[in-house]
């Protein structure tokens, strides 16, 4: 069975089906890019695979290493393994970077008492060098969690969380919305450093560009809830040549 496995996933928000059936699988080793219109339901997915408490699962199934998560709180679903780097991060006042960092660190430890001392110069270390990776200056280690960063730190900002706390599956949500040029390439080229047996993501995007550095095994196109094609990297070529039309006509959608 694969790392990731959603079936026939069906998620309300206010009482209106958002996702109507979603089938995917995902394994550590492997990258998945989808994609989709505004509007289609991927950030939803992606907000429901965290266990956001407004996303109501109406229909289907989760399950991660075997386990059904749908019924994990959100804490228990990181400490699994999961990591959502969210479209729109929100701003803690009150709570710097570090700490932050360090409690969910804290909250996935079987014996979080012991975690001191070296444990926690070794975590200010780790988190130093993501900051490095992503540049960002080491001072936002101790800023209050995105609060006032500009919409590029804050992307890195979530990346810099990443690498920090290397979890199994990460899932991605528009990363790349509101970076430029060249901190896209850093922040895919750091995601890209962690591919490998023990690591795997879902990469929610528009756009190519994140994608030639992250060079996804498999891309998914998302239209009105569901999955409606998935292919190799060529399908992204194609959607960012001919846009979606011709998939909405192919489905009949359109
Ligand atoms: P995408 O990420 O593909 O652009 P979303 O999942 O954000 O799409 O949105 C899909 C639909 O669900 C939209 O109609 C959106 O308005 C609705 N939706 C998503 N999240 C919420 C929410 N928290 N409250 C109300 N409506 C939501
Ligand atoms: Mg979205």
Redesign the pocket.
């Known amino acids: 069975m694969a790392d990731l496995v959603i079936r026939d996933l069906r998620v309300a928000?206010?009482d209106?089906e958002?996702l109507k059936g979603v089938n995917l699988e995902v394994n550590r080793g492997e990258f998945h890019a989808v994609m989709?219109?505004?509007?289609?339901?991927?950030?939803?997915?992606?907000?429901t695979l965290m266990g956001?408490p407004?996303?109501e699962v109406v229909g289907g199934e989760v399950l991660f290493k075997g386990e059904n998560i749908l019924e994990m709180s959100p804490d228990e679903r990181a400490k699994l393994g999961l990591f959502l780097a969210f479209?729109y991060p929100m701003e803690i006042e009150g709570v710097a970077l570090a700490q932050f960092l360090w409690s969910a660190i804290k909250a996935r430890s079987d014996n979080p008492d012991a975690l001191k001392g070296k444990a926690l110069l070794d975590f200010r270390k780790d988190l130093e060098k993501a900051l490095e990776v992503v540049k960002l200056p080491p001072e936002f280690a101790d800023r209050y969690l995105n609060v006032n960063f500009s919409g590029g730190e804050k992307k890195r900002t979530e990346i810099a969380q990443l690498l920090t706390l290397r979890p199994e599956i990460a899932i991605l949500?528009?990363t790349d919305s509101g970076l430029d040029i060249d901190s896209v390439r850093i922040v895919a080229e750091a995601v890209k450093s962690l591919k490998g047996p023990d690591f795997g993501a879902l990469i929610?995007t528009h756009y190519q560009r994140i994608l030639n550095y992250l060079e996804p095994d498999y891309v998914h196109v998302?239209v009105d809830?569901r999955i409606v094609k998935s292919g190799g990297p060529e399908l992204a070529h194609m959607l960012e040549e001919k846009g979606y039309d011709w998939i909405l006509q192919e489905v009949g959608v359109a």
Do not use: W
Request: proline residues 4%.
């Open positions: 928000v206010d209106r958002i989709g219109p505004n509007g289609s339901g991927k950030s939803t997915l992606a907000m956001h407004k996303y479209q949500d528009e929610i998302m809830g």
